[in-house]
């Protein structure tokens, strides 16, 4: 039997740490003062464990390296996670878009089967316990090192301590720098899954409204369409923000220029629309145009289309032109703001880059570097769409990093 540490108690570690203790003794690491720290804040506090898609479809939602990830998600599917979590007594409901949850709503459900599982494998768990050096010789690790004072000797080692962002949770990026001394190379960290700052202070006026059925389209130099999709997004004091735009934020580079799309009623061409206002105005000939807009739009919204479609908003409605009308049908249909970039990274999802994966093997998740060193979860380069597949991609890579050793 062979002594296995596991650095970081995220669902990438737990899975891998619960896998290994099949065959090995394990002692699962963590700097936090209690297990799945981050994994408690997934999803509002309700954690999308995983999506019911076909496991098939799940690499269109990975834009970080999806081909890497081939073998672990065919290896623990979704449809595995969802029993692993139904055989603990946890149980599970599918919501709109396939997003998995715990039918009650809460995430320590999630963490408590987890929990359950680490007790019965045996797995000896460590909190409190950061590692914060690593001990190596030639190409394999010796020791870790925990809290600068207690030196930990293993037969194999695995990383699973996550990416940078929400750096409270005690993902700092902590693992790749380990890595990196230990000669592997750590591709650029970047925020992904974040939201977009713009341009425009249109958006204070906006802030706290919340669109669903909207379409997003996100262009580079106004001309190239980098993204598009339809959903719900919402305005901040900085810009903007939920699943549509976290998503487009994955395509957003440095030192470009990009404009950020919104059309307001994308079911309707510009024909249907016009008709729809057509009909409003005919109910409220005699109004102020102002005050002729409360059906089809939100209220916070109709001063900022009134602006953009330069219509004066006393005018009476009986005297609104077509052409006028045409402005206002392309005001509803692009509202559009220049991108001024993303927020920090602190504020990212996930973290796009990490340990190169052209080092790992992807079917075992072992380093090719250092040959008692497996990776699992986000502390390598992969990342993928909000939906339930982050956390999919952490249980499957820490499955296939345990059970390989
Ligand atoms: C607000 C928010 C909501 C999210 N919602 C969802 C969602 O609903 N569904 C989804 O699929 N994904 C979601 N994600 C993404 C998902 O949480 C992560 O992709 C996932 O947790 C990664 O798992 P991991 O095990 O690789 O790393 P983590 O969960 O980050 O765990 C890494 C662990 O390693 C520990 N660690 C790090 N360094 C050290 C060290 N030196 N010594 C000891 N321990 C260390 C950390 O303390 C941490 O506990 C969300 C992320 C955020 C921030």
């Given at each position: 039997m062979s002594k296995v540490i596991v650095i970081g108690a995220g669902p990438a570690g737990m899975m891998a740490a619960i896998q290994a203790a099949k065959k090995h003794d394990v002692i699962l690491l963590d700097?936090?003062?209690?297990?799945g720290k981050k994994l408690f804040i997934t999803g509002k506090g309700r954690c999308n464990v995983t999506n019911a898609k076909d496991i098939s479809e799940f690499f269109e939602y990975i834009p970080g390296n999806p081909h890497f990830l081939y073998s672990s998600l065919y290896s623990f599917t979704n449809n595995d996670t969802m029993n692993f979590f139904e055989n603990e007594g946890i149980k599970l409901k599918i919501e709109r878009g396939d997003r998995v949850f715990p039918e009650s709503d809460k995430s320590s459900d999630i963490i408590r089967g987890l929990s359950n599982a680490l007790s019965r494998t045996n797995v000896k768990i460590r909190l409190k316990s950061k590692v914060t050096n690593i001990e190596f010789k030639s190409n394999r690790i010796i020791a870790v090192e925990i809290n600068n004072e207690e030196r930990l000797y293993g037969d194999h080692f695995i990383f699973a301590t996550g990416g940078a962002s929400y750096p409270l949770t005690g993902s700092r990026g902590e693992g790749q720098k380990f890595a990196s001394v230990l000669g592997h190379n750590v591709t650029q960290l970047m925020p992904a899954l974040v939201p977009i700052e713009v341009v425009d202070s249109k958006t204070k006026e906006l802030m706290g409204l919340s669109l669903k059925n909207v379409e997003v389209i996100i262009k580079e130099n106004d001309k190239k369409v980098v993204y598009k999709n339809f959903g719900e997004m919402l305005f901040t004091h900085f810009g903007v923000s939920g699943p549509l735009i976290l998503s487009g934020s994955r395509f957003i580079e440095k030192g470009k220029r990009y404009t950020l799309h919104i059309d307001l009623k994308p079911a309707l061409n510009l024909g249907e629309l016009d008709k729809r206002i057509q009909k409003d105005f005919n109910k409220y000939l005699n109004k102020d145009f102002k005050n002729s807009l409360d059906e089809l739009l939100p209220q916070k919204l109709i001063p900022v289309i009134i602006n953009n479609s330069g219509i004066l908003e006393n005018k009476k409605v009986n005297e609104i032109t077509r052409e006028e009308r045409k402005t206002l049908v392309n005001a509803i249909k692009d509202l559009s703001f220049d991108i001024k970039g993303l927020r920090p990274i602190d504020e990212a999802i996930v973290t796009s880059g990490g340990v190169d994966i052209k080092e790992i093997d992807p079917s075992t998740m072992k380093s090719k570097i250092i040959e008692n060193l497996s990776f699992a979860g986000e502390v390598m380069d992969v990342d993928a769409f909000t939906g339930g597949y982050n956390v999919q991609i952490a249980f499957s890579t820490g499955f296939i990093a345990g059970s390989n050793i």
């Open positions: 700097g936090n003062e209690r297990i």
